[in-house]
């Protein structure tokens, strides 16, 4: 299988750069797998788990807000929170979901996003429950 | 002639000054490299998020309904100062560069008949500007307890500058802070981040035609309010590099200053000691002879 460049960068810092096979992005639309040669795309993210596959095996990253940008011959991803998925703590997950809802209270008080601002939370919640805390 | 003592103590209180600010010279040499390295870390980030902002824009920005983040409000009225700058001073002429910039561009624009907003981030710079801005304050984000600044620090500020934007209380963003050239020069630099502008020096990719998923507009509309946080995010940093340089090289100033100091005191000090010997030994002869 063809391996392709991949770029995992947050604001602070920059967390991955390898070659892999197969990466498995977390969309606003869906879930969706990028491998070598895949049309050139941009999508934005949701908080999710992004799946790297290389050749030594699996990496799994806990990413929220930002998006992804895939070439032909790379994907980078650039998220404004991410983290190895074995490193988030329950501590993290409130902390965005206390964050959310204040967002969703915002967006209550000004009357309009109040449904993504749900949306987001549910998902963030739907996360934490997949990764098992 | 200033007496023995008194020329002893002012020699030992230089030498204490010396030790305090040689200290903090290497304190802020230390500070610089982390800053320099948090600053360095989010490159690619911002390089990256510039880059596709910058496509985006471009595609975007002359079609009728782009967001108002990017086309802005259609009026230029109302101005929005985000002064950065540091939380605390000894750093030679850091704040005073910022502030000084700020001033000079909020006196632009009032002349042009425009309204001044400001909102100030740390105390000094608020300090600065205070005599001449006082009435156009609207707020102000105190970093004193921050001990890093993160990415979460930058988002906070967006925040509220975002909300202000939505709540129509003024056209156009502008931050100030100083950009890191090297140990002894950094440069006050003033950012436009509302409307967003096209960074200078970006180049913006040709031919790469991606597909966009959801749309390209919901992109755009989801990724211009995080690049006014990324904007203050790199500035942040930019700042806190530049904070420590000026701080390291102000320092590096003074502790030479003090050993200059000490060294002419210490040659006044002798030679006073001298002239005292001299006196009394004429003393003693003259006593001597008139014997």
């Given at each position: ?133 | ?279 009394e030994l004429i003393e003693i002869i003259?006593g001597a002879?008139?014997?």
């Amino acid at each position: 299988m063809a391996d392709f460049k991949f770029d995992l960068v947050s604001p602070e810092r920059r967390l991955a750069s390898l070659d892999v096979t197969e990466v498995q992005i977390p969309g606003a639309d869906g879930d969706m797998t990028a491998m070598a040669d895949h049309a050139p795309t941009i999508t934005t993210l949701r908080p999710g788990i992004l799946s790297v596959t290389h050749a030594k095996g699996t990496d799994d990253f806990f990413v929220s807000g930002g998006f992804a940008e895939i070439t032909g011959g790379a994907v980078s991803v650039l998220a404004e929170k991410a983290m190895p998925k074995g490193d988030v703590t329950k501590a993290h997950m409130d902390e965005l979901i206390a964050k959310a809802d204040e967002v969703h209270e915002a967006a209550l008080a000004s009357g309009t996003g109040a449904d993504d601002a749900a949306q987001m939370r549910a998902t963030l919640v739907e996360v934490m429950g997949s990764i098992g805390l | 002639m200033p007496n023995l003592k008194d020329l002893k103590n002012r020699i030992e209180s230089v030498k204490s000054t010396r030790k305090i600010t040689k200290a903090m010279q290497m304190v802020a040499a230390a500070k610089l490299r982390r800053a320099q390295d948090a600053a360095e870390m989010s490159r690619p980030y911002t390089e990256r998020f510039n880059a596709v902002m910058a496509g985006l824009a471009a595609a975007a920005g002359d079609s009728e309904g782009a967001p108002k983040l990017l086309s802005g409000t259609g009026a230029d009225q109302t101005h929005l100062l985000v002064v950065m700058t540091a939380e605390r001073g000894l750093c030679g002429g850091f704040n005073g560069n910022i502030a000084k910039l700020a001033r000079a561009h909020a006196a632009e624009l009032k002349a042009a008949g425009k309204t001044v907003k400001v909102i100030t981030v740390g105390k000094k710079g608020r300090d600065a500007i205070k005599r001449d801005l006082a009435d156009s304050f609207v707020g102000h984000v105190d970093l004193t307890e921050v001990k890093n600044v993160g990415y979460d620090t930058a988002q906070d500020i967006a925040r509220d500058v975002l909300n202000r934007f939505d709540a129509g209380e003024f056209d156009v963003a502008t931050i100030f802070y100083a950009k890191f050239q090297n140990v002894v020069t950094q440069i006050p630099t003033a950012q436009q981040v509302i409307p967003f502008e096209v960074p200078e020096g970006t180049e913006v990719e040709d031919g790469a035609l991606y597909d966009y998923e959801p749309s390209e507009e919901a992109i755009l509309a989801d990724l211009l309010p995080r690049g006014v946080a990324t904007a203050i995010f790199s500035a942040l940093l930019e700042n806190g590099a530049s904070e420590q340089g000026a701080r390291m090289s102000a320092m590096d100033n003074a502790t030479r200053n003090a050993g200059e100091m000490i060294d002419k005191l210490t040659i006044e000090y002798n030679r006073s000691r001298q002239a005292v010997i001299t006196n009394e030994l004429i003393e003693i002869i003259s006593g001597a002879e008139a014997l």
